[in-house]
């Protein structure tokens, strides 16, 4: 039976950087021919964070799997990426945490997404790193959201 490999969290940071450590698992899990059914490097929140960080995708790839440990990784990003300011850097942050579908053809497209995946409105899924989260179903994702839940009842 074939379990599929997930990324990390993109929650996960490094660096102080959120998706980092999943971008670099993507990298990794492609280089061996195991990332199944992801976007990877020229689209989403890794094509977005390979910009911010100021490094090309295949590059990247190539010291990643290069590399055995995520601090010599982030150790030549440092030497050779774009330096940000702690400011930018939660900025970002931000951005990519909150990032939520923002037109109605997005909004349809999220909430098919999430009915193919067995949720509803009501799962708590409002955001994309949400949507990955509960496609993925990491149990620190569920267990947040069903807290919350009972916060609000």
């Given at each position: 039976?074939n ?8 929650y ?6 959120v998706?980092l450590?999943?971008?670099i ?5 492609h ?7 992801y976007n990877y490097?020229?689209?989403?929140f890794?094509r ?5 960080l100021?490094v090309?995708?295949d590059t990247?790839e190539?010291?990643a ?5 995520d601090?010599?990784i982030?150790?030549?990003l440092?030497a ?6 702690p ?11 909150s990032?939520r ?22 799962s ?5 790193f949400?949507l990955?989260?509960?496609?993925e179903?990491?149990a620190?994702?569920?267990?947040r959201?069903?807290?919350q839940k009972?916060v609000?009842?």
């Amino acid at each position: 039976m074939n379990r599929r490999i997930y990324p990390r969290s993109p929650y996960a940071q490094l660096g102080g950087y959120v998706h980092l450590p999943r971008l670099i698992d993507k990298a990794r899990l492609h280089h061996q021919g195991l990332l199944v059914g992801y976007n990877y490097k020229t689209s989403g929140f890794d094509r977005h964070l390979l910009a911010f960080l100021g490094v090309d995708g295949d590059t990247f790839e190539a010291k990643a799997n290069e590399f055995t440990s995520d601090d010599l990784i982030w150790d030549w990003l440092r030497a050779t990426g774009v330096s940000r300011t702690p400011a930018e850097i939660q900025a970002w942050n931000d951005g990519m945490i909150s990032q939520r579908p923002d037109t109605l053809a997005k909004q349809e497209r999220f909430n098919r997404l999430l009915h193919q995946m067995g949720g509803t409105l009501a799962s708590g899924v409002h955001t994309y790193f949400d949507l990955i989260e509960f496609e993925e179903r990491r149990a620190e994702f569920l267990v947040r959201k069903a807290g919350q839940k009972k916060v609000l009842e």
